[in-house]
């Protein structure tokens, strides 16, 4: 059983290197923000109160999060273990998630402001099926159109210059803390999270002690590929 945490600044490429990890060692990946969104565009309950919080860029409060995590966590499909992605985020969420739960790896992508700014400015959703993209790494066939389902691609709702300003400087003050209470217990590995997403995969796996990822076989001429190269992106983060 594995469980770790891995936390990054938006734009960082923590939901794809979390996809990867859980794919390949079956662990569940669990991501506060996919749950948050998945229940704004099904318009619930719990989507009304946070949507113009998340559009804000802004933190949802503590209370309704730690439900969110703890239900999730409840839900004890994890046999072989999870990765959660997006939490915590401040110095209140890591003490809950001590308490709660105990945990083999923190793993940080760290990014230079600049580069997360350059990527989030570029990454696109599907408004038809929800499918990532990224215009810098994986750019659909038909410009603005979903390579899947012929959608129109639009920006995250809060991927915008003033929404991007307040979740750096939150990150900066809040999440911050938060790796210092982890590396107190030696829990964090830090990666450089700028190279190409299979290197950064590699660099993680190498710190936490865990075999290599076998490498995807290059796609062969003719078959269709994904639109995001070997797996679909999932850049929440
Ligand atoms: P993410 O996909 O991780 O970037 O999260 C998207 C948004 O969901 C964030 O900007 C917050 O509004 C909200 N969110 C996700 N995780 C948390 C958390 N641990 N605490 C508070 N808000 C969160």
């Given at each position: 059983?594995?469980?770790?945490?891995?936390?990054?600044?938006?734009?960082?490429?923590?939901?794809?290197?979390?996809?990867m990890?859980?794919?390949?060692?079956?662990?569940?990946?669990?991501?506060?923000?996919?749950?948050?969104?998945?229940?704004?565009?099904?318009?619930?309950?719990?989507?009304?109160?946070?949507?113009?919080?998340?559009?804000?860029?802004?933190?949802?409060?503590?209370?309704?999060?730690?439900?969110?995590?703890?239900a999730?966590?409840?839900?004890?499909?994890?046999?072989?273990?999870f990765?959660?992605?997006?939490?915590?985020?401040?110095?209140?969420?890591?003490?809950?998630?001590?308490?709660?739960?105990?945990?083999?790896?923190?793993?940080?992508?760290?990014?230079?402001?600049?580069?997360?700014?350059?990527?989030?400015?570029?990454?696109?959703?599907?408004?038809?099926?929800?499918?990532?993209?990224?215009?810098?790494?994986?750019?659909?066939?038909?410009?603005?159109?979903?390579?899947?389902?012929?959608?129109?691609?639009?920006?995250?709702?809060?991927?915008t210059?003033?929404?991007?300003a307040?979740?750096l400087?939150?990150?900066?003050?809040k999440?911050?803390?938060?790796?210092?209470?982890?590396?107190?217990?030696?829990?964090?590995?830090?990666?450089?999270?700028?190279?190409?997403?299979?290197?950064?995969?590699?660099?993680?796996?190498?710190?936490?002690?865990?075999?290599?990822?076998?490498?995807?076989?290059?796609?062969?001429?003719?078959?269709?590929?994904?639109?995001?190269?070997?797996?679909?992106?999932?850049?929440?983060?």
């Amino acid at each position: 059983m594995r469980k770790y945490v891995i936390m990054g600044v938006q734009g960082s490429g923590k939901g794809t290197q979390a996809a990867m990890l859980a794919e390949d060692l079956e662990l569940v990946h669990i991501s506060v923000g996919e749950i948050f969104r998945l229940n704004v565009q099904q318009h619930t309950k719990l989507g009304a109160q946070v949507r113009r919080t998340m559009a804000a860029g802004e933190l949802v409060g503590d209370d309704l999060v730690e439900g969110i995590v703890k239900a999730r966590l409840a839900e004890h499909d994890w046999n072989f273990g999870f990765i959660i992605d997006g939490f915590p985020r401040n110095e209140r969420q890591a003490e809950f998630f001590l308490e709660s739960y105990d945990i083999d790896g923190v793993i940080h992508l760290d990014m230079p402001d600049s580069e997360v700014r350059r990527r989030v400015l570029a990454r696109r959703l599907c408004s038809g099926c929800g499918m990532d993209y990224n215009l810098l790494a994986s750019s659909p066939q038909v410009a603005g159109k979903c390579d899947v389902c012929g959608g129109e691609l639009i920006p995250r709702e809060d991927d915008t210059e003033e929404a991007l300003a307040v979740r750096l400087r939150d990150y900066h003050q809040k999440t911050n803390p938060v790796l210092d209470i982890f590396r107190r217990k030696e829990y964090v590995v830090t990666v450089d999270a700028r190279p190409d997403r299979e290197i950064v995969q590699q660099a993680i796996r190498g710190k936490l002690g865990l075999p290599p990822r076998a490498m995807p076989v290059p796609a062969q001429a003719g078959l269709p590929d994904g639109p995001a190269g070997t797996l679909p992106s999932r850049p929440g983060g």
